[in-house]
């Protein structure tokens, strides 16, 4: 990205440049010449909001692990893609992504609030590019307007809610208008990211008639701050109900104690944790991977530990664009006509199941 870029909607003093990381203190200045060539090609933006929830005295701290550049990024590794979940193949017209009968991605703009050094979309997000044009809007309704099997337009991007309130507002009210549309849905990290961007008029625009749903990207429990939880309140208070999904991410939130603490705190804020995701290979992330094993041991370890409500499903999204599938551990087995179920304590125990029919 080009130094000193500034999307339109951004809150003034978002860091974009290396040079203003390394004054606020968030990188090292004999890491610069090595973090110019990751800058050259990620986009880097870390709000004010966020800067202020990070530990400047933690060198592995959660929150600046997430958005803060590192050298380790100029490496793609062979098993890295671009596009690693293969939405461009499922993209019929500019913006929409349709790769489940029943529901598409809207993508009306790329830019974010921040830019997570993990996102698997990094190759295409950035504050310069990717808002459509009006009739790029109007192709991406007669698409969906074509399309009776089509119930859901999830909008995301980039993050919708960096549109102003009245751009936002139209989208919805043309969603809104699609008869055969049931519900509509918002995927977005403003609430957390930059909480003061959920002004009351933002909120308004997501008054719908259809519901609509709202699905915030949220991975550590400090993400949620009181500004974050308020910018929450007043989504909800709009009628909007609010489900999260989280990123598996090495040196986040890959232990027990940290995933425990998030999912409580998400229940705590009326967030419905939903998914859990294994992580997309998208270049330059491997010092993020966790081992699905890993991963596995730890969903499983919070099963009966915390409530039902609170546990989201581990997903992994198949490479080449085949889709999301749970990852998650089997508590059931066959055994001959019946079942063997594993318990949170790890015993085993058998479940007759002749079924109705015998
Ligand atoms: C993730 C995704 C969806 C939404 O899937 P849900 O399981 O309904 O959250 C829809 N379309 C595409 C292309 C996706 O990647
Ligand atoms: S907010 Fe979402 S789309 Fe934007 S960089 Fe982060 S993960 Fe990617």
């Not at 951004?10 to 203190?25: E, N, V």
């Not at 104690?257 to 330059?284: C, M, S, W």
Request: aromatic content about 4%.
């Amino acid at each position: 990205m080009p130094d000193g870029t500034a999307a339109p909607a951004a809150p003034p003093k978002t860091l974009r440049t290396m040079a203003a990381l390394a004054s606020a203190g968030l990188v090292r200045v004999d890491e610069l010449p090595k973090l110019e060539a990751v800058a050259e090609r990620y986009a880097i933006a870390v709000t004010p909001h966020v800067a202020s929830l990070i530990d400047r005295d933690d060198p592995a701290d959660p929150i600046a692990a997430q958005y803060v550049p590192h050298p380790d990024e100029a490496v793609t590794r062979p098993d890295e893609h671009p596009d690693p979940i293969g939405d461009d193949r499922h993209s019929p017209v500019r913006g929409i992504v349709h790769r489940y009968p029943d529901r598409v991605l809207l993508k009306p703009l790329l830019a974010c609030p921040v830019y997570c050094r993990f996102c698997f979309r990094r190759e295409s997000v950035g504050p310069d590019g990717g808002v459509l044009a009006d009739a790029e809007l109007e192709a991406a309704y007669a698409y969906v307007r074509a399309r009776p099997q089509i119930r859901e337009v999830i909008l995301t991007g980039g993050d919708p809610l960096m549109l102003s309130p009245r751009r936002l507002g139209a989208i919805l009210q043309a969603l809104d208008a699609i008869p055969h549309l049931e519900t509509l849905r918002i995927h977005t990290r403003v609430p957390v990211a930059e909480p003061s961007l959920v002004t009351p008029a933002l909120a308004a625009a997501l008054a719908t008639e259809k519901p609509l749903w709202l699905m915030v990207h949220v991975n550590h429990a400090r993400e949620l701050s009181p500004a974050a939880l308020e910018a929450l309140g007043r989504i909800r208070a709009a009628g909007v109900p609010i489900l999260s999904q989280s990123v598996l991410l090495r040196g986040v939130n890959d232990c027990e104690a940290a995933l425990e603490q998030l999912f409580r705190a998400l229940i705590a804020a009326r967030v419905k944790p939903a998914y859990l995701h294994h992580l997309d290979r998208a270049p330059g992330t491997a010092r993020f991977r966790v081992p699905l094993a890993r991963g596995r041991a730890l969903m499983r370890r919070l099963r009966g530990r915390i409530p039902g409500h609170a546990l989201p499903i581990y997903v992994v999204d198949i490479a080449g664009g085949h889709g999301k599938v749970p990852v998650g551990e089997s508590h059931a087995e066959r055994d001959g006509e019946g079942w063997l179920l594993t318990a949170p304590d790890g015993s085993r125990h058998r479940l007759a199941d002749t079924g109705e029919s015998g």
